[in-house]
């Protein structure tokens, strides 16, 4: 087996003499309202200060400054970045007319009961008009700014679909559309219009923000850097929440993004083979491929992020479950190596939830969960990119675009899309059947990148329609020069009536694919089959996607067209990942298989808190595991192969290796360090701690624990 001696750049990148990071070289950040502590001192590279006024739904968080809490970071060598909500937070000044002597809680956004939408005591989903856009450049993008702030991340710009009713609301549309607002439950047409507009709204929001933020900043000398943390669409479109999303990337004023992913956005049920359950290992790889294509052709920066708990309270063996499935999800996108290792670190380290499903007692991260975490997070720091592509039959990609979140809230003429079926029917048969699907966004037709390697696509209008003709020509032209494009919709939904390019000034198409069909000489309302195009071919199912879920076996038409179009695909129940020297892989359940995956070599297991070597494991169905691959590594070096904590002041001096271990206190230290021969000497903080049992004369490894300590805690081997 080849070996490959990448240690000498691992330990490079953890060196504590290295400069502050700047934005394009942060690898690993996280989230906190919180004024430095030793409890959730985590080691990132960087961390994002939330809130001028912090976090509103953190009732412990004290009062100190922004400017407090950022210097306090500052001192423990973090690059300190900015995140608030765009459209909830800490604005009660705004609303209760202190910044400008009106009170504005007319606002937020509000449902057709006539409730406003609220995240928190006094804290409204806000309708982002010009006069809040003012107060929130003015009070709070300046004020971080002029605190020295180069990084500005403005989370989670949402529209709630079922919204749309407030005074403020019907202003924007009159500003927007030039006539009366009309409420969204009375016709398709209206329910597009408003979603059309809710999208417009945050898009105007972030662009005004962010594009103040570099003006303002360079009158000071400063290159603001701005991003997006944002859910999937996939997640937006499931929950029922309009965001501009992909668009963003024709803002020249955003940087990149944030893939907020999570146990509590991939838990959301979905069907497969007609039963509906949580999927979450499923899911969340095809949140994270939402986001990865979306940002991949335009050459935007995207963090992914993973949370070990939820926002919501569950217990303690739930939450390490799933995050362990998210975890892997993420990695399974070789591309990407930036990442928000964890949200709210002082929730994580310091909450109190369930010991177990079966018990009430509330307890903190329990010991090994918290090690076990440490040991992911740490692994994230050195986490290569790679050329490697996850096992399965690659070259098969499903559309999706951000009209998707248009018709989703309310339903119209008894036409229902249950859990964003109309998606998951075109996706999740081929995943449960070990295809790694990829995702195409339709915005990015126009980037070269966005069908590269895409073989066969599949497409539907029965769940979201063209906002323009565009991308119609590209597809065309992609055909033409040997693509295959799966249309599969009945084009019978209420919302192909809505008044749009497709069927107004001069179209007359009764459904949005007429127009795409007509470009290659296909008829409009073409019958089922396929139809050749250039070099490439049309083939039209007459079903909607969510017709291959919702039912027991529903899925035999898609499976047996991908097979046919693509020529040869592998089924199987796995998907495997080289990144050297980690090894990832995941075992479906409800798959064509129940064997599991088994594994020979040298391999630590890192989901294992006591960090066991293996020489054979197996992979059950329904779990995923994440190894070092031992035998990726030179034996005549010493190196941390895992730990629970981040390494600095690294030093090889003759035969002895020496370093300074930091990580949250109150958490556990566990390490597997590589080194030439037995150790004679093993030093924690200068006392020798030499156990012969833990050395594993096969890999060459010493298993070494202690407790934390964000100061530091001195380690030195010799041998």
Known sequence: MKTLNILAAMLAAVSCAAPVKTADDTKTTFQTSRAWMPEIDNRADAVMVYGVGGNPSDKNQGKSSVEHRIATWKERGYKVDFMTGIAWGGYQDYFTGEWDGQWHLDEGQVNAQGDTIWHGHMVPYIVPSENYLKYFKEKHIKRVIDAGITSIYLEEPEFWARSGYSEAFKREWKEYYGTDWRPQHESPEATYMSSKLKYHLYYRALDEAFTYAKEYGRTKGMDIKCYVPTHSLLNYSQWQIVSPEASLASLPCVDGY???????????????????????????????????????????????????????????????????????????????????????????????????????????????????????????????????????????????????????????????????????????????????????????LGYEKALAGTKVLIMTYSNMKPLDPVAHTQLAEWVEKGGILLYAGRDDDPFQTVSEWWNKDGNTYAAASDHLFSLMGIPAAAAAGEYAYGKGKVCIVRQDPKEFVLEEGGDAALVEAVKALHGNIEEKNNFVLDRDPYKLVAVLDESVSDAPFRLGGMYIDLYDPELPVYTETEVLPGTQRLFFDVSKVKADKPAILAAASRAESETISGKTFSYVAKSPLSTVNVSRV?????????????????????????????????DNDPDGVKVEFAW
């Not at 991949?296 to 708990?309: M, Q």
């Not at 309270?313 to 892997?328: G, H, I, K, M, V």
């Open 258 to 444: 944030i893939a907020q992913v999570w146990t509590g956005t991939s838990r959301e049920p979905d069907y497969f083979n007609g039963v509906r359950k949580e999927r979450v290992f499923e899911t969340a790889f095809l949140e994270y491929g939402c986001m990865a294509s979306m940002t991949e052709p335009t050459g935007r920066k995207v963090w992914f992020l993973t949370d070990p708990i939820e926002d919501w309270p569950r217990d303690w063996e739930d939450y390490r479950r799933n995050y362990q499935a998210t975890f892997t999800a993420q990695l399974l996108y070789p591309q990407i190596n930036s990442y928000e290792i964890m949200p709210w670190p002082e929730r994580i380290y310091t909450g109190l939830y369930n010991k177990s499903k079966d018990s009430d007692e509330k307890i903190r991260i329990p010991s090994d969960y918290a090690t076990m975490m440490q040991v992911m997070v740490n692994a994230l720091q050195h986490m290569p990119l790679s050329g490697n592509r996850v096992s399965g039959s690659g070259g098969v990609s499903v559309m999706m675009g951000n009209s998707l979140m248009f018709q989703r809230f309310p339903t119209h003429e008894g036409y229902d899309d249950p859990q964003l079926s109309n998606f998951y029917g075109m996706a999740m048969p081929l995943l449960k059947r070990g295809i790694p699907v990829n995702i195409v966004h339709i915005e990015n």
């Open 674 to 706: 590589l080194l030439p021969s037995a150790p004679v000497s093993v030093k924690v903080n200068g006392s020798d701690v030499l156990d012969n049992n833990c050395w594993d004369e096969a890999s060459h490894t010493y298993l070494l624990r202690f």
